[in-house]
């Protein structure tokens, strides 16, 4: 009976050990859970282990996306609240112009302040001027901060042109005029003269009144503009040539414009001092081609009558 009893408890244990066998066989077959369950999807992990992570390291994998998100910050540069997105070619206007509005674009080119602005002189800016700038300035997308430089430049950039056109001009003028002094010498003043009546003539022909006739006399003998220097010659030669009677001092010849010289108007004076028929003509008859070349001939004349008379005295 004992031996039975031992039998019995052998068998027992053998079972037990099988079972356990068995267990453990079946455990050791089964792959164990990951960490992170089913939370993750598969294409995420793909991604840890394309980038040399082990997803079934916790600590890898959390140690080295912040590892990456660090180095990422550094290539970003600012905080995300001071990014700007730039809006593509199809965007809405309002997105492209709340993304200039970031930039410092106005939303009205009045909001450009250029007050600061001067000229040279001090003086502020023409208003028309000022208005075409900021426009310019709007429609170029300026940031607000940017538009007192620019505009700056663009007035000095403006003056410097001005200025430098002012020095030619001024230039060309003057060489004019020393040409005009070289060609006229001591018969300046009756050139002048001469070129004044022939304007007079012409302005009563144009209809013009004898106050417009004299604003252009003035505009062109002031000798301020580029062939006022020409334009004085030629109304010299036109009125030597214009054929009227006294247009030309008598000596010089029929047709010619050669001015007389101060020996020559001298002696002309002399022949007319007894000349009746001249005295007659010019203050009986108050004749006005008489009275004229009288006139011409002291203007040539007048300086060296004048010098005698006082050496005389």
């Given at each position: 009976?004992?031996?039975t009893?031992?039998?019995?408890?052998a068998?027992?244990?053998?079972?037990?050990?099988?079972?356990?066998?068995?267990?453990?066989?079946?455990?050791?077959?089964?792959?164990?859970?990951?960490?992170?369950?089913?939370?993750?999807?598969?294409?995420?992990?793909?991604?840890?282990?394309?980038?040399?992570?082990?997803?079934?390291?916790?600590?890898?994998?959390?140690?080295?996306?912040?590892?990456?998100?660090?180095?990422?910050?550094?290539?970003?540069?600012?905080?995300?609240?001071?990014?700007?997105?730039?809006?593509?070619?199809?965007?809405?206007?309002?997105?492209?112009?709340?993304?200039?509005?970031?930039?410092?674009?106005?939303?009205?080119?009045?909001?450009?302040?250029?007050?600061?602005?001067?000229?040279?002189?001090?003086?502020?800016?023409?208003?028309?001027?000022?208005?075409?700038?900021?426009?310019?300035?709007?429609?170029?997308?300026?940031?607000?901060?940017?538009?007192?430089?620019?505009?700056?430049?663009?007035?000095?950039?403006?003056?410097?042109?001005?200025?430098?056109?002012?020095?030619?001009?001024?230039?060309?003028?003057?060489?004019?005029?020393?040409?005009?002094?070289?060609n006229?010498?001591?018969?300046?003043?009756?050139?002048?003269?001469?070129?004044?009546?022939?304007?007079?003539?012409?302005?009563?022909?144009?209809?013009?009144?004898?106050?417009?006739?004299?604003?252009?006399?003035?505009?062109?003998?002031?000798?301020?503009?580029?062939?006022?220097?020409?334009?004085?010659?030629?109304?010299?030669?036109?009125?030597?040539?214009m054929g009227?009677?006294?247009?030309?001092?008598?000596?010089?010849?029929?047709?010619?414009?050669?001015?007389?010289?101060?020996?020559?108007?001298?002696?002309?004076?002399?022949?007319?001092?007894?000349?009746?028929?001249?005295?007659?003509?010019?203050?009986?008859?108050?004749?006005?081609?008489?009275?004229?070349?009288?006139?011409?001939?002291?203007?040539?004349a007048?300086?060296?009558?004048?010098?005698?008379?006082?050496?005389?005295?």
């Amino acid at each position: 009976m004992g031996d039975t009893a031992g039998a019995a408890a052998a068998a027992g244990a053998g079972a037990g050990a099988a079972a356990a066998g068995a267990a453990a066989g079946a455990g050791a077959g089964a792959a164990a859970a990951p960490w992170y369950g089913d939370k993750i999807d598969s294409v995420t992990v793909g991604f840890w282990q394309n980038k040399g992570i082990d997803p079934a390291d916790p600590i890898a994998v959390a140690t080295k996306l912040t590892d990456f998100y660090r180095k990422s910050e550094s290539f970003i540069g600012a905080p995300p609240e001071e990014m700007i997105r730039i809006p593509k070619s199809n965007a809405a206007e309002t997105d492209i112009k709340a993304y200039w509005n970031r930039i410092g674009v106005p939303a009205e080119a009045k909001d450009y302040d250029l007050s600061a602005v001067k000229r040279a002189d001090g003086k502020e800016l023409d208003t028309a001027f000022a208005d075409a700038l900021r426009d310019a300035m709007l429609n170029g997308r300026v940031p607000k901060d940017r538009a007192g430089e620019i505009a700056t430049r663009i007035v000095k950039f403006d003056e410097a042109r001005e200025a430098a056109a002012l020095a030619d001009r001024t230039a060309i003028v003057k060489a004019q005029q020393e040409v005009l002094d070289k060609n006229w010498g001591t018969n300046k003043t009756y050139n002048s003269a001469i070129a004044q009546r022939a304007l007079e003539d012409l302005g009563k022909a144009a209809g013009l009144t004898p106050e417009q006739t004299k604003q252009g006399w003035d505009a062109i003998s002031a000798g301020g503009h580029i062939g006022g220097a020409y334009a004085m010659e030629m109304l010299r030669t036109i009125s030597t040539r214009m054929g009227e009677p006294g247009s030309l001092i008598s000596g010089s010849p029929p047709g010619s414009d050669t001015i007389m010289s101060v020996d020559q108007a001298i002696a002309r004076i002399e022949a007319l001092k007894s000349d009746k028929s001249f005295y007659k003509r010019m203050v009986t008859d108050k004749e006005v081609a008489a009275k004229r070349e009288w006139d011409d001939l002291h203007k040539i004349a007048g300086a060296e009558l004048n010098r005698r008379r006082g050496a005389a005295a």
